[in-house]
T-cell receptor, first 114, second 113 residues
Framework: DAGVTQSPTHLIKTRGQQVTLRCSPK?????VSWYQQALGQGPQFIFQ???????QRGNFPDRFSGHQFPNYSSELNVNALLLGDSALYLC?????????????FGPGTRLTVT | DQQVKQNSPSLSVQEGRISILNCDYT??????FLWYKKYPAEGPTFLIS?????DKNEDGRFTVFLNKSAKHLSLHIVPSQPGDSAVYFC????????????FGQGTILTVHP
């Protein structure tokens, strides 16, 4: 049973560029959440997708956007990258509204902005 | 505004002894609490959770205690093992922001053989 997978593992981008991160949820899960984890901090909620719609959003600017596909996989897009966007980006999946609290995380994508 | 706080950045414990990790929260709307463990180069792994209708939940060596009046929860690991060495995060959810987990900053647990 495949867990949550994310790609790529690492990414280096330049300020002002755009980046797309990808996530495949755990088998049977239909809800995907994205988190940003800065060094030495806990993960911070970016947004959550369910039924291909953004259901919840954290305190992140519009430069952060996402998408969920019919197969439940998801993308996180960040435009006009800033140095402060350097972080570990975590994807988590869960099963429907009733299982939204117990989220299963992928290994993350380490983004470095230079 | 840090709604979930883990005030101890690190904890060192001898193998076989008890590890107690603490977490405080400020948002009264939180009604579900979780603990996650994270090893380097891996995503957080769900450990144990507790609903606000309970004050204790056990799963093997792991027990979570919730004190709603003090807005405090703790994770007890008994007995501690070297493989428990990791970063532990508490997280909270509830109210109108179901599905959004609010995490603490994490506590690095080191269990010495």
């Amino acid at each position: 049973d495949a867990g949550v997978t994310q790609s790529p593992t690492h990414l280096i981008k330049t300020r002002g560029q755009q980046v797309t991160l990808r996530c495949s949820p755990k088998s049977g899960h239909d809800t995907v959440s994205w988190y940003q984890q800065a060094l030495g901090q806990g993960p911070q909620f970016i947004f959550q997708y369910y039924e291909e719609e953004e259901r919840q959003r954290g305190n992140f600017p519009d430069r952060f956007s996402g998408h969920q596909f019919p197969n439940y996989s998801s993308e996180l897009n960040v435009n006009a990258l800033l140095l402060g966007d350097s972080a570990l980006y975590l994807c988590a999946s869960s099963l429907g509204p009733s299982g939204m609290y117990e989220q299963y995380f992928g290994p993350g994508t380490r983004l470095t902005v230079t | 505004d840090q709604q979930v706080k883990q005030n101890s950045p690190s904890l060192s414990v001898q193998e076989g002894r008890i590890s107690i990790l603490n977490c405080d929260y400020t948002n009264s709307m939180f009604d579900y609490f979780l603990w996650y463990k994270k090893y380097p180069a891996e995503g957080p792994t769900f450990l144990i959770s507790i609903s606000s209708i309970k004050d204790k939940n056990e799963d093997g060596r792991f027990t979570v205690f919730l004190n709603k009046s003090a807005k405090h929860l703790s994770l007890h690991i008994v007995p501690s093992q070297p493989g428990d060495s990791a970063v532990y995060f508490c997280a909270a959810a509830g109210g109108t922001s179901y599905g959004k987990l609010t995490f603490g900053q994490g506590t690095i647990l080191t269990v010495h053989p």
